[in-house]
Structures are given as structure tokens and as C-alpha cells.
């Protein structure tokens, strides 16, 4: 089993509609999780930390369930824009060399 | 500020050839680090530097070495490449490798094709 599993895609979703994704994690002890985009060819960029408590930013929402071991992201009336690949990443904090990147879900909205 | 930058964009090399990637933060960031990302692989850490002075192994370090110039700078060396280092190499850097501080920031990429 990989250390951090996302479903590759491509979902393809119509403007306004709402869409989620999970991320699997294998190692119980990671502490840290994040959502990062990344535009086609470019580099990726935060999007937003995950939180136990769960978090919200506008029309994006990350929610951390550790019994299951999975982060997900919600994103409420998609907007063209929001075409990306979207990676989870996962930090034991144990060390620097610890930290795993998903490969990535592909999103494309369609007008 | 232009927070991370990477030098080249793109680079062309023929197996056995060497060269240095360059990059610097501008953040005045404690750690830094190299990835490669392949086709359906995710990012791959090939190595860090958590403080000024310091580098360590990542995931994938067999054919590279780097140097940590002074607290911007950061290159990564292919000192023989292969075809299998043909990737895209993303630089990034963070305040702190773990803790409150450990978000990275990265730069816009250096696409190497090794023939």
C-alpha cells in the first residue's frame, strides 16, 4: 500500500457544482496534513492546512478523520478556475524526510 | 519579494553530461528542499537542508548532491546524468522542516530532458 493514496481522476464536474475527494494515509504517527494546488506546469502552492477540527475557507472545507486515517476536501459552487491537480501531503513531523506527497487528484470543472 | 526562484527553466542534457540547478529564497527560510515529479508519482524528495549548514538524504538521492551556499541558496548537481533523471525538479523552502513553520513555498520548476 503507497504511503499516501489519491484517486488520480480526472473528475470532471459542470461550473457550480459541489466536489469532494479523499486521501488515504498509511502511518498512524502523521501529524501534520495539507492540501496543496497545482495549475497545469506550474509549481504547487498551499491551499490549506487540515485541521483536527476540521476547516473552512470560503467555498473549501478539509476534514481529518484519524480512526479512518483520511483527509478530504470539499469544494462548494466549483468555479472554472478551480481546474487543477490537487495533492494531499502528510507529515509525521518526525522529520523532514518523512513528508509524502499524493500524486495528485486532476479536477476539471466544464461550463 | 520573488520568494523562490529556479535557474534554468528548461535544460536539454546528453547521458553522462553534468550540471547545476540553482535556486534562492528570498524569505529568509530556514529549510529548504529538492523534489523531482514524475508522470503519476507525486513529488519525491531527493534532498534537504533543514538549517543553513546542514543537508540530508531524501527519498531519491543516488545521482545528485547538493550544496547549501548560505541561508538563500540552495543548488542541486547532476553530476552524470541518466535518462531516468529526465523530470521536472522543484525547489521549495520553508521556515522550519517540521512544527507551525514547516509550510514550503516553491519555485516554478526546472524541466530537465536527459538523451
Known amino acids: 500500500r503507497k504511503e499516501v493514496e489519491q484517486d488520480p481522476g480526472p473528475f470532471n464536474v459542470p461550473e457550480g457544482a459541489t466536489v469532494a475527494f479523499n486521501c488515504t494515509y498509511s502511518?498512524?504517527?502523521?501529524?501534520?496534513f495539507f492540501w496543496y494546488r497545482q495549475d497545469c506546469r506550474k509549481e504547487p502552492k498551499l491551499l490549506m492546512s487540515?485541521?483536527?477540527s476540521g476547516n473552512e475557507d470560503g467555498r473549501f472545507t478539509a476534514q481529518l478523520n484519524r480512526a479512518s486515517q483520511y483527509i478530504s476536501l470539499l469544494i462548494r459552487d466549483s468555479k472554472l478556475s478551480d481546474s487543477a491537480t490537487y495533492l494531499c501531503?502528510?507529515?509525521?513531523?518526525?522529520?523532514?524526510?518523512?513528508?509524502?506527497f499524493g500524486s495528485g487528484t486532476r479536477l476539471s470543472i466544464r461550463p | 519579494n520573488a520568494g523562490v526562484t529556479q535557474t534554468p527553466k528548461f535544460q536539454v542534457l546528453k547521458t553522462g553530461q553534468s550540471m547545476t540547478l540553482q535556486c534562492a529564497q528570498d524569505m529568509n527560510h530556514n529549510s529548504m528542499y529538492w523534489y523531482r515529479q514524475d508522470p503519476g508519482m507525486g513529488l519525491r524528495l531527493i534532498y534537504y537542508s533543514a538549517s543553513e549548514g546542514t543537508t540530508d538524504k531524501g527519498e531519491v538521492p543516488n545521482g545528485y548532491n547538493v550544496s547549501r551556499l548560505n541561508k538563500r541558496e540552495f543548488s542541486l548537481r547532476l553530476e552524470s546524468a541518466a535518462p531516468s533523471q529526465t523530470s521536472v525538479y522543484f525547489c521549495?523552502?520553508?521556515?522550519?522542516?517540521?512544527?507551525?513553520?514547516?509550510?514550503?513555498?516553491f519555485g516554478p520548476g526546472t524541466r530537465l530532458l536527459v538523451l
Open positions: 502511518n498512524s504517527a502523521s501529524q501534520s
Open positions: 501531503v502528510v507529515n509525521p513531523r518526525s522529520s523532514a524526510s518523512k513528508i509524502i
Open positions: 521549495a523552502s520553508s521556515e522550519a522542516p517540521t512544527g507551525p513553520q514547516e509550510t514550503q513555498y
Open positions: 487540515v485541521y483536527s
